[in-house]
């Protein structure tokens, strides 16, 4: 069922927004907390406003979230995005140890939570959060179609 994550999506679509701002692809993300419904942290790509490659907005969000429980491990937590993670953002999510990740919008070029490739669920790693794809995908999709039609 997608209907719970929708609020959150917002949120994270709210941040996506803010990635613009600085020149940013648009992509927000939010970790909520073990009630699934406080927000912990929120995270948008900061690449290239601080020049930074690990500047994703999943990674921004988990470093956030670690920071406010003053604890690495994040169990309990979702991570609702607005785009499907990349190989590094689903790698600091195992690591993290959340419960679960909410996306958007798939990314059938790097996505690595089912597309592409599919290392949040890989059997071999030690954990492996819950993945929940789609949850408001066109609006999340349009939005980063909007961002690259006019560049």
């Known amino acids: 069922m997608r209907d719970p994550w929708r609020a959150a999506i917002r949120l994270a679509l709210d941040e996506a927004r803010r990635a613009v701002r600085g020149g940013d692809v ?3 993300a939010v970790v909520l907390a073990a009630d ?3 927000v912990l942290a929120a ?11 690990t500047a994703h907005a999943e990674v921004l969000a988990l470093r956030r979230a670690a920071a406010e429980l003053g604890e690495w491990r994040l169990t309990g937590c979702t991570l609702v995005v607005t785009l499907e993670p990349c190989t590094m953002c ?3 999510l ?7 990740v909410v996306y958007g ?3 059938d070029k790097a996505g690595a939570a089912g597309s592409l490739w599919d290392v949040i669920r890989d059997r071999r790693l030690n954990h492996r959060p819950e993945v929940i794809e789609g949850v408001l995908a ?4 349009g939005l980063l179609t909007d961002f690259f039609r006019a560049r």
């Open 105 to 107: 919008a798939r990314d």
């Open 90 to 92: 689903a790698g600091a």
């Open 94 to 100: 195992v690591q993290s140890r959340v419960d679960r």
């Open 26 to 28: 648009p992509v927000g």
């Open 36 to 38: 699934g419904t406080t």
């Open 138 to 141: 066109e609006e999340c999709a």
């Open 43 to 53: 995270g948008h790509n900061e690449r290239e406003a601080t020049g930074d490659p």
